[in-house]
């Protein structure tokens, strides 16, 4: 009996997101028809890029794990680009389909493509094809950024005091959140009038302000105070690659005086803060395996 493998990772298809139980779904349905009666294992990377050299995806190892292993007699999948879209990382699967003796892997919108017997070639330029195409889509999504930023157009993240709102035609612009607005002018008057973040953090919350991304209370952590009223989009500043590029085509929550001046507290209060002291350090301690004095942390 055949026992197929059938492993899906997350992917973007015609401006939707295919999800994993989706190619699961898809993937076995193919595999019942090529192998009736075959038994059917699940892998799967969730979110785990194809192409990146410094992602481990677990499911992926352990799939050529249980080829090598001979637990599995064949592979499923939506499309090659599923298992790998790195040249250098195909030579290695081919190999391991060589090696488990493995003839290739079905995949669902592509058909069957045999790793062993004469479509290898066809494989190999369809991997190049792959990184090709991801490599002139980054180039492409830095060039838009970049005339995006030229434009002092928004980019994709989130400011506190504003809100992306959108036409029909999707185009993005930033809009005012009154409220926010209105807490980040007076917390900066506060903070120039001698109040610490921690107290403009107490008071926001008090009155219900919710930071960006689901921060959670300002108190927990007031150093966002500060960064939130230190960030060049509240004065209507666009940055690009962490540089000021110019003014924004957004209208500026602060005047450039009181941000400037926002700014110069906040970096005079960096490194003012008093080192924290431990009980029983100072060599009072001594680690039981080494003898060394033990420190604090």
Known sequence: MEVVGVYARLSKLRGRTEKIETQHELGSEAARGRWPECEVRLYADPDASGERED????????LKADLLAGALTQVATSDQERLTRRP????????????AGVPGF???RDGWTSLIDGQSAGARYKGVGAKEYVEGMRVKTNERLAVLAAAGRPGPGTSFGYRHQRDASLRSWLVVVEAEAAAA??????????WKEIEVARAWDERGIEG????????????RVMRALT??????????????????EWDPILDEVTWRRVCALAESRKGNHPARRYLLTSGLTECAECD???KGM
């Not at 002018?185 to 506060?190: D, L, P, Q, T, V």
């Open 185 to 194: 002018r007076w917390g900066a008057e506060m903070l120039l009038s001698g």
């Open 231 to 248: 960030s060049p989009t509240i004065a209507g500043k666009r940055v690009y690659r962490g540089e000021i590029v110019g003014d924004a």
């Open 106 to 108: 079905l995949g669902y």
């Open 212 to 223: 960006r991304r689901g921060g959670g209370p300002w108190a927990l952590s007031p150093g």
């Open 55 to 62: 992602v481990v995806r677990d499911d992926y190892e352990r």
């Open 88 to 99: 250098d990382e195909l030579e290695r699967l081919i190999t391991v389909f060589r090696t």
């Open 292 to 294: 060394r004095a033990m």
